[in-house]
């Protein structure tokens, strides 16, 4: 552990005064995270029913595989990476689409009310299990840990689009290796379209651009860096040094000159985004984490943390051609998105976690190259935007008898807690079962420990899209100018200090489902519930 850490200095101080048992504790963590996600057989929790089921009539079937590979990332060697392949068995033609130069899975392109089988085939030498983010699906559908099929298995998921028009994304779940998983590779978009998205005639072919935003690392032979057993970088979440854009370092894009749609996945592990079009370019946010808003919002600034979905429309429209149009996640103060000190384990006073990590990342709020767009002397698309995007609106209304429940955010017993507890695979407490169907508010509390210790939490629930209801608390932040808490969101920014009041109406599907956060190495040490829809 901590072979890495920048002095030996700093390693004595973590030593010293971190409980010997909490270190023992951590290390069995990391020992089992290291040990390829052996922790749970997958034989335990088998799942009864793997034959695809005859009474199922896919329109869409498909087989994805995981499975190591190489990529040709950066000038040189190529780097290793595991991915994810797509077939298509069954269904239309433009179902699978690989992005160009991009090794993330292929995008797969649904319809709202298909009918979807898929084929999942684990070729990896470790278990594995893929989850539909933002899908409303059944249970076994849902690729809970505990579902995770071993080295050479498959699995096969059956579930009908529910959902609205949106960008949705797909990755690993497996217990403790769902950050090494994604960070290798595995992660790719999911796009549900509609007749009511299709009515806006958004702009799309050239014009519209699919961006998965995940900060890697790589070593000087182009092989990407991850230290799951540094527990800096697993307290901390792992933070890289360049912003890829769907598997591409800082790519320049050719673009005519007119309107774009940006459709923006942050994929990173740990990455919390400001993020900004240089030139003064306003942007025109249409949609979030499930699908379009009821009117189009209008900012300079935009927040994306982990998780989050972002469909924006720029317009380029009189740019001179050959004007470089940047986009950049703007610097914020390392403390906005975390721990802001580390006094009880023997640091010093206002020495970020980041700073310190020692693994050769940049801090959150460093100031980051995304990506460039270039205009050409061609006209481009040109576009009214619309006032109103979609009804979905008028089926939303806070109820004010919704039962409320608390959920306490909290680093404690070196692990950051959710409601108190940390993740059992197969249990649920009282407060978190809900009846199908029903309307509850849960309340995100983002408290700081005794040390001091607190960090702003992507909470991501599973199942159905909440609403954003009400933000309280916190102190002055320079990531709350670009929130963006509009529409049906899966995945909400609690920052430090704050609490969070979301209303969420459950899923009609029962079983065990998940709630966590979305920073891949909070969720693997544990910052992970299960609730039951009874
Ligand atoms: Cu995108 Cu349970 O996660
Ligand atoms: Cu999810
Ligand atoms: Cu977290």
């Known amino acids: 552990m901590n072979r890495r850490v920048t002095g030996d200095g700093e390693r004595l101080a973590v030593n010293t005064t971190m409980h010997r048992r909490d270190l ?22 088998a799942w009864p029913d793997q034959a695809p089921s005859s009474s199922f009539i896919p329109d869409v079937e498909l087989a994805l595989t995981a499975a190591p590979g190489e990529a040709n990332i950066l000038s040189g060697a190529p780097t290793r990476v595991w991915r994810f392949t797509g077939q298509l068995i069954k269904g239309p033609a433009d179902t699978l689409r690989v992005l160009p130069g991009s090794y993330l899975g292929p995008v797969i ?20 299990i893929v989850h539909w983010h933002g899908l409303d699906v059944p249970e076994a559908a849902d690729g809970h840990p505990r579902l995770a099929v071993g080295a050479g298995r498959d699995y096969v998921y059956e579930f ?56 890697r690392l790589f070593d000087d032979r182009n092989q990407l860096v991850f230290r799951g057993d540094n527990m800096m970088e697993m307290m901390n979440g792992f933070l890289g040094d360049r912003v890829m854009v769907s598997g591409r370092p800082q790519p320049t894009i050719d673009v005519d000159a007119g309107w774009q749609r940006i459709r923006l996945l942050n994929g990173s592990n740990a990455r919390i985004y400001k993020l900004t079009w240089s030139r003064d370019v306003k942007m025109t946010l249409i949609g979030g984490d499930g699908g379009l808003f009821e009117r189009p919002v209008r900012q300079a600034v935009l927040t994306l943390a982990p998780g989050q979905r972002a469909d924006l429309l720029i317009d380029l429209t009189g740019v001179p051609a050959g004007t470089d149009i940047h986009f950049d996640s703007q610097a914020y103060p390392e403390a906005d998105a975390g721990i802001v000190g580390m006094m009880g384990m023997g640091m010093g006073r206002g020495m970020g976690m980041g700073g310190m990590a020692g693994t050769g990342g940049v801090r959150n709020g460093a100031p980051m190259r995304i990506m460039t767009l270039r205009p050409r002397a061609r006209q481009g698309i040109a576009f009214a935007v619309p006032d109103r995007l979609s009804a979905f609106d008028e089926t ?8 409320t429940r608390q959920v306490p955010i909290v680093f404690a017993r070196m692990e950051w807690l959710l409601g108190g507890r940390t993740f059992e695979m197969g249990q649920v ?54 929130l963006a808490d509009q529409g049906w969101r899966d995945v909400v920014l609690v920052l430090p200090g704050e609490t969070v009041r979301v209303q969420a109406t459950f899923s009609r599907h029962p079983g065990l489902y998940l709630y966590h956060c979305h920073i891949l190495e909070h969720e693997d040490m544990g910052m992970m519930r299960n609730f039951r829809i009874s």
């Open 429 to 482: 407490a009282p407060e978190e079962t809900v009846a199908a169907g029903s309307t509850h508010v849960w309340e995100f509390m983002n408290l700081a420990n005794g040390m001091g210790m607190q960090a702003a939490h992507p909470i991501h629930m599973h199942g159905r899209q909440f609403r954003v209801v009400q933000r309280s608390g916190g102190t002055t932040n320079a990531l709350r100018t670009g």
């Open 109 to 128: 392109q649904l319809r709202r009310g298909q009918k979807v089988r898929v084929r999942f085939q684990n070729r990896l030498a470790e278990q594995s």
């Open 160 to 215: 009908e689009v529910t959902n609205r028009a949106g960008t949705y994304w797909y990755h690993p779940h497996p217990h403790m290796r769902t950050g090494a998983q994604v960070y290798q590779g595995l992660a790719g978009l999911l796009i549900v379209s509609d007749a009511e998205e299709d009515a806006l005639r958004l702009p799309d072919g050239e014009a519209e651009h699919l961006c998965v935003l995940q900060d």
């Open 396 to 403: 939303w209304a806070i109820r004010g008898n919704a039962t």
């Open 24 to 45: 023992l504790r951590f290390l069995s963590l990391s020992a089992v995270a290291g040990a390829a996600g052996r922790a749970y057989p997958a034989d335990a929790f």
